[in-house]
């Protein structure tokens, strides 16, 4: 390729950040282009859990912490989005629960204790019992307390379906990025060879914003990776479960979604401190067993005999932090035409997309007119995380 383009904003990174951001940025009357080496999602997003944090899980130390508070407006945004009357039209988006839960499998104790005293955390749950419990916990061997939290745990690859179609024609798959500069400045990026100008440049590509970075000769900002080994299982007695299972600490002991598979079946994606620190050094066998364990423990009168597992690593890309805590927020960094962020959690992808507009409208960036895009060969839309992993 050697034509060249020009656009108003650039987005190199086709996951739910970018996808939402070039969906808002649209909207707005702005031309926009987004790049990716991959299938659209196929990183971080896909592999998500999908719910929509509204901040409590942060606050099980008793205090709702920054990170809490960050989160808290994210459902409702999501929620008036998939109703089609948000900032996005994401109706037609496939709702897997209306509502997230913590489970508690004995008697709170400890610091739990201290959290659901709390007058905030109060006003974000309600205790639920019977037939208003989760199906997998509608046992009458389950004798824990369950909370609902209005959060909404969302199906992904759907997401990401709906965000693919808002970006009309301006998606653009890449082999090779490379920066385009002029006169020292850089103006754009040579994608495939092809010069792409634009206004402003935005690198949301995840775990790829180092690499980025690293061929635009930028060491800052610098980026961290906090590692999960997430597990799966799927068997025909599964039942649909949404839910942070409350342990002694300040993590959720596990995390589980459901998700269904095309033979009618359900699988369960397991997260939480599972997945984490622990289990991030278990290899692939003492993972599953461990998960094992934890499973025959919480939900004893599920048959798990017949089941089919397997484990997902995955690098949680995010910018650097001391001690590689979590961060708070979204974030965005920029240099002069080059902005560079993570929206840290699924969730926060609109606020990444706020602190991308604040920095537009800093500047003065306005629409400008463009020729239209030509017909361009489009990224892949990444299908269920599960997909080879599991039949």
Request: contains cysteine; glycine residues 10%; charged residues 20%.
């Amino acid at each position: 390729m050697s034509d060249s383009l020009s656009t108003d904003i650039l987005i190199v990174g086709g996951g739910v950040a970018g996808l939402w951001l070039n969906a808002r940025l649209r909207q707005q009357g702005y031309s926009t282009l987004v790049v990716d080496r991959g299938a659209l999602g196929g990183g971080q997003s896909v592999k998500s859990q999908g719910i929509i944090h509204g901040g409590t899980k942060y606050a099980l130390g008793g205090a709702l912490t920054g990170a809490s508070e960050a989160i808290a407006d994210m459902p409702r945004r999501w929620r008036e989005a998939l109703q089609g009357h948000g900032e996005l039209d994401l109706s037609g988006v496939r709702l897997l629960s209306d509502a997230h839960y913590l489970w508690s499998p004995g008697t709170l104790t400890g610091n739990l204790t201290s959290f659901f005293a709390s007058k905030a955390v109060r006003s974000r749950v309600d205790q639920v019992k019977g037939n208003e419990l989760p199906p997998a916990l509608q046992h009458p061997r389950f004798k824990g307390k369950v909370y609902r939290l209005s959060e909404l745990v969302l199906d992904v690859p759907s997401l990401i379906r709906r965000l693919a179609e808002l970006a009309g024609p301006g998606l653009l798959k890449a082999e090779r990025i490379e920066p385009l500069r002029e006169h020292n400045e850089l103006t754009g990026l040579l994608v495939d060879g092809r010069a792409i100008r634009a206004q402003r440049i935005v690198l949301t590509a995840g775990a790829g914003n180092a690499e980025l970075l690293d061929a635009l000769g930028l060491a800052q900002p610098a980026m961290q990776k906090r590692p999960l080994h997430m597990v799966l299982v799927k068997a025909a007695t599964l039942k649909p479960l949404y839910a942070h299972c409350l342990g002694g600490g300040s993590k959720p002991r596990i995390t589980v979604t459901s998700h269904p598979t095309a033979d009618g079946q359900w699988l369960w994606y397991l997260g939480g401190d599972l997945a984490e620190a622990e289990g991030v050094a278990r290899d692939e066998a003492a993972q599953i067993a461990a998960a094992k364990k934890e499973l025959a423990e919480l939900v004893p009168w599920i048959d798990l005999t017949s089941a089919q597992w397997a484990t997902l690593r995955i690098d949680r890309a995010e910018p650097a932090q001391s001690a590689l805590a979590r961060p708070d927020n979204a974030f965005l960094a920029d240099q002069g035409r080059l902005l560079v962020g993570w929206p840290t959690k699924l969730a926060l992808s609109p606020d990444f997309a706020d602190r991308v507009q604040a920095a537009l409208v800093r500047d003065g960036i306005r629409p400008q007119p463009h020729p239209a895009l030509p017909e361009l060969p489009h990224p892949a839309i990444s299908g269920p995380f599960w997909q080879g992993l599991l039949a």
